[in-house]
């Protein structure tokens, strides 16, 4: 295991493990244990109790936080004809077919978010072992399957994140930047969760938010509170 930092260390010092903080508190504690010269992102993490294993306790889908993530995402649509044209004037980044499906088979990635029209998922859909891997594969689930172009760019350029549940039922989202005024990261954060709560499946047993933690990119995880949602 890698040897952590002095900042780290002294970051960590300001962190009680075994207290689990009330949302404003864990977020102010985020911006004091982030030491790092950039920017770093915000985390939140999520152990639900959930069996990822059954079709119906999947957890997918994607949500625009309330003041967005702090990164502008690259955006490549696949799409011909009148909804190329469409993505092209919604300021998607990249737009195209073949020529696109070429580059991306010779390795190029310079994209954060992939679109496509249902009539492209066929010649899409052969990107699946490359584009699978890394999350970037368009899924109906998240709105990256669709017609509408214009809302799904729109959605995206605005903040739009995805969440899915891991094989181990955690969930990992970004819900900001550490130069984010704290109330603009609790509110992301208190939307995230509500919306988990939401797609909370019938057939979950016993507690469904088992435990919930927020971090920036190189700080500690702060335990967090969140027994005021679960009403």
Known sequence: MAKKGKKYLEATKLVDRNTVYGVEEAIELVKKTA???????????FRLGVDPKKADQQIRGAMVLPNGTGKTQKVLVFAKGEKAKEAEAAGADYVGDADFINKINQGWFDFD??????????????LGRVLGPKGLM????????????????????AGKVEYRVDKSGNIHVPIGKVSFENEKLVENFKALVEQLLKV???????????????????GPGIRVDVSEFRA
Do not use: L
């Open 138 to 157: 368009p899924n109906p689930k998240t709105g990256t399957v669709t017609f509408d172009v214009e809302k799904a760019i729109n959605e995206i350029k």
């Open 200 to 218: 909370k499946p019938q057939s979950s047993k016993g507690t469904y938010m088992r435990n919930v933690a927020v971090a920036s990119t190189m």
């Open 113 to 126: 978010v992939v679109v496509a029209t249902p009539d492209m998922m066929a010649e899409v859909g052969k």
């Open 35 to 45: 030491t790092a010269k950039f920017d770093e992102s915000v985390e939140a993490a």
